[in-house]
């Protein structure tokens, strides 16, 4: 049962254009969203997150979207850089549970 | 030390071999993780620590895999009699709720089963 999921396993967006990576997830009792990148060869690294009582939360050129009556959360990146292409993956815990879910990520190519 | 720091960073091992793989989390953290990454796949979680309890090792793929944690700070996870599916990148990652509950992962031990 995949509780979090990223439907587009790969998204390709022109260098500074907007980028929006989105995420869904089945379990209301979900307390924080987090976003991870990876490079390949690297362990993911911590992005952004949001907290399921917020709907919004913005740090530079990131922002991410939380939609609780959807179960829906977006990242947004603009303006999009060449650096930005890597693994995006979205994951969810539950307080108390300590565990991460993981979506399966989105591969992000930024065209120069 | 500064982040998660893992070992080996690359190993590869003949079949029905065993293997460990060590992880020292950042000090203080006293939450510790595995994952693991096949290839093509998403992030797969393995087991939690908290201390050295595990609360939660509901993903441990089978009775091959072993992990443990001493004095609160690192971990070994142990693979038995190694198979071809075993071939994953295994991700240790630590947290505390004083750094806000925020997950830092290392860079990962990348395991070929030959």
């Known amino acids: 049962d995949q509780q979090v999921k990223q439907n587009s396993p790969s998204l390709s967006v022109q260098e500074g254009r907007i980028s929006i990576l989105n995420c869904d997830y089945t379990?209301?009792?979900?307390?924080?969203f987090l976003w991870y990148k990876k490079y390949p060869a690297e362990g993911p690294t911590f992005l952004i997150s949001i907290s399921s009582i917020k709907d919004k939360n913005e740090d530079g050129r990131f922002t991410v979207f939380l939609n609780k009556s959807a179960k829906h959360l977006s990242l947004h990146i603009v303006p999009s850089q060449p650096g930005d292409s890597a693994v995006y993956f979205c994951a969810a815990i539950i307080f108390g549970n300590e565990k991460l879910t993981f979506g399966t990520g989105t591969r992000l190519t930024i065209i120069p | 030390g500064a982040g998660v720091s893992q070992s080996p960073s690359n190993k590869v091992t003949e079949k029905g071999k065993d293997v460990e793989l060590r992880c020292d989390p950042i000090s203080g953290h006293t939450a510790l993780y595995w994952y693991r990454q096949s290839l093509g796949q998403g992030l797969e979680f393995l087991i939690y620590f908290q201390g050295n309890s595990a609360p939660d090792k509901s993903g441990l793929p089978s009775d091959r895999f072993s992990a443990e944690r001493t004095g609160g700070s690192v971990s070994t996870l142990t693979i038995q009699r190694t198979q071809q599916e075993d071939s994953a990148v295994y991700l240790c990652a630590s947290s505390s709720r004083a750094s806000g509950n925020t997950i830092y992962f290392g860079e990962g031990s990348w395991l070929t089963v030959v």
């Open positions: 379990n209301s009792m979900f307390d924080y």
